[in-house]
């Protein structure tokens, strides 16, 4: 498949770090830049990248022992940008895993950022884009947090730089996503681009129904047949008690449940009244709204509100994918979990298209400048 579209610009190549199943990857090819490296130690990750980018150059190596001159091997001859993306995982701040700034100063990937800013200063790439959890900047380098530093050096390096918190839903995702994103660029000035999509713009929000209503129904436990058409349309298999509570589960998520249903951590009571905390468990996506932000156990039912519309069942790998971005003929490698690992992992498409446009016309805006 092409996951390109044809340049409006042909200098900008994007090289991949944590390129994970290519999410960046896919949006950056539809605004029209070029894919120069993916680079990504998880082999499933790269198995699922390489089915669907034919041709783009792969390390696989760490990039805690990765060498510049390996990535430097594959630069053009030809004049070009340099946009080198890093989007390293984030478990270590999110909420789920980081409940001290002690639990984030322990995770040794915590300095994958720090090889990253590395790798950057040797090169110097025009353009960087960077997409973390909102917790990455509330650690200071003392926590054990390696933002500060990247900026730093991105600033010593005369990088122009620009970050916030962004909702993915306002550029296009058909999701409620929080994400930390950062841009810098050595060719002059740059900010973050406007939202494209809710309130104050043009286009209304993106949801489930817009993504996935026009896929046709399976059943748990079950891949549907037509694997050419509808690929990894597969649900994972639900427990007769899940399946059951499933069957129990309208818009009021478990609150309609008879109270046999219930775990024993939401059973408990406290003056008279059911545990009401983690309400998203065991809950359906609504058909008219984006769905939550997608987790690495997004085909759960018991990990979040995961469960179909309307089907008793989890979501699928493809159902996943949708709400993600990927395009319907990009194909996912390894186990239904590490499938949706991947997925869960990955950069929302739509916001990675919105930054890349951005990037291309932040790149034709200096050349016009400087002449």
């Keep these: 498949m092409n996951q390109q579209s044809e340049p409006t610009c042909s200098k ?107 790798i950057v200063h040797a090169c110097l790439p025009e353009l960087v884009f960077v997409e973390n959890v909102p917790g990455l900047q509330k650690f200071s380098l003392e926590d054990g947090g390696p933002l500060a530093m990247f900026i730093s050096r991105l600033k010593q390096n005369d990088y122009f730089v620009d970050f916030d918190v962004i909702a993915a839903q306002d550029y296009g995702s058909p999701q409620v996503r929080r994400r930390f994103v950062l841009i810098a660029s050595r060719l002059g000035k740059i ?51 899940n399946l059951e509570r499933i069957r129990h589960t309208g818009a009021n998520g478990r609150r309609d449940w008879p109270e046999r249903l219930l775990p024993k951590c939401y059973a408990q009571k406290k003056d008279g009244k059911r545990y009401e905390g983690h309400s998203d468990c065991y809950t359906r996506l609504a058909w008219g709204e984006p769905a939550p932000g997608l987790t690495t156990r997004c085909i759960s039912y018991s990990n979040g509100r995961f469960g179909h519309p309307e089907q008793d069942r989890a979501i699928t790998i493809r159902e996943a994918a949708k709400l993600q971005g990927f395009p319907d003929d990009f194909i996912f490698t390894g186990s239904l979990n590490s499938m949706a690992r991947q997925i869960g992992n990955a950069v929302p498409v739509s916001v990675a298209e919105v930054f890349g446009r951005h990037f291309l016309n932040h790149v034709k805006a200096m050349e016009s400048t400087n002449g």
């Design 191 to 241: 900010t973050l681009p406007a939202p494209t999509h809710g309130p104050n713009t043009k286009n209304s929000y993106v949801t489930v129904h817009d993504a996935i209503g026009n896929l046709p129904s399976v059943k748990h436990g079950t891949e549907h047949p037509d694997n050419q058409n509808y690929p990894n349309h597969r649900a994972a298999m639900l427990s007769a008690l």
């Design 12 to 118: 900008i190549r994007v090289y991949d770090f944590f390129s994970g199943c290519g999410g960046t990857s896919v949006g950056f090819g539809r605004a029209g830049i070029q894919h120069a490296l993916a680079v990504d130690s998880c082999s499933d990750a790269i198995s699922t990248y390489q089915k669907n980018f034919i041709g783009v150059p792969v390390i696989t190596d760490p990039i805690e022992t990765l060498n510049v001159d390996r990535i430097q091997n594959y630069f053009s001859h030809n004049p070009e940008v340099k946009l080198f993306c890093g989007c390293a995982p984030c478990q270590p701040f999110t909420k789920q895993k980081t409940n001290t700034k002690k639990d984030a100063a322990s995770d040794d990937r915590r300095g994958l950022l720090i090889y990253f800013s590395d």
